[in-house]
T-cell receptor
Framework: DVKVTQSSRYLVKRTGEKVFLECVQD?????MFWYRQDPGLGLRLIYF???????EKGDIPEGYSVSREKKERFSLILESASTNQTSMYLC???????????FGAGTRLSVL | RKEVEQDPGPFNVPEGATVAFNCTYS??????FFWYRQDCRKEPKLLMS???SGNEDGRFTAQLNRASQYISLLIRDSKLSDSATYLC????????????FGTGTLLAVQP
């Protein structure tokens, strides 16, 4: 079974803090994704990576950056957290050339 | 117009009922279609892929109508455990690896 692990289930941070969300997958997948999910808006793609050190902006990259130094790990960084970044963050991975994505359990981030 | 549109529901049905959801997509060049299931406060999980010829997996049947650009999911003999949000998912045109997720249809199966 594919396993995608997100480092935290719940996080509470203060406005202006730098926040790191970590995601690790164990299936040697080329592609990794970060989404946020908000009521009524569904899943929105923040960033996407198709290889180590490669990244591509998604639909809502503003206020976020990512890092992929190793194939299995994809990190999402909030440089200076703001209250409008309170959300559920979901990491996913997929094989190269394949569409099916496998998700981690999610991190529910609250920015106060 | 949203790229993938679904009726948010909720669909409240009794156990044993048959229920159907539709989803429309805007990009006629999309090639891959899926239904994902998401339980409350959990991550989305693949329920089934949707093929042009239609496909069935137990009590679940998925259909694709390319001409009208809609996808359907039929659930027969609903169980309490089917209660969840069902997400319609379509690949982005020209981007085989990237998906667009609908906002989901909430199903509540009542005893």
């Amino acid at each position: 079974d594919v396993k995608v692990t997100q480092s935290s289930r719940y996080l509470v941070k203060r406005t202006g803090e730098k926040v790191f969300l970590e995601c690790v997958q164990d299936m040697d997948h080329e592609n990794m994704f970060w989404y946020r999910q908000d009521p009524g808006l569904g899943l929105r793609l923040i960033y996407f990576s198709y290889d180590v050190k490669m990244k591509e902006k998604g639909d809502i990259p503003e206020g976020y950056s990512v890092s992929r130094e190793k194939k299995e790990r994809f990190s999402l960084i909030l440089e200076s957290a703001s209250t409008n970044q309170t959300s559920m963050y979901l990491c996913a991975s997929s094989e190269g050339g394949q569409n099916i994505q496998y998700f981690g359990a999610g991190t529910r981030l609250s920015v106060l | 117009r949203k790229e993938v549109e679904q009726d948010p529901g909720p669909f409240n049905v009794p156990e044993g009922a048959t229920v159907a959801f539709n989803c429309t997509y805007s990009n006629s060049a999309s090639q891959s279609f899926f239904w994902y299931r998401q339980d409350c406060r959990k991550e989305p999980k693949l329920l089934m892929s949707v093929y042009s010829s239609g496909n069935e997996d137990g009590r679940f049947t998925a259909q694709l109508n390319r001409a009208s650009q809609y996808i359907s999911l039929l659930i027969r003999d609903s169980k309490l455990s089917d209660s969840a949000t069902y997400l319609c998912v379509v690949n982005r045109s020209g981007a085989t690896n990237k998906l667009i997720f609908g906002t989901g249809t909430l199903l509540a199966v009542q005893p």
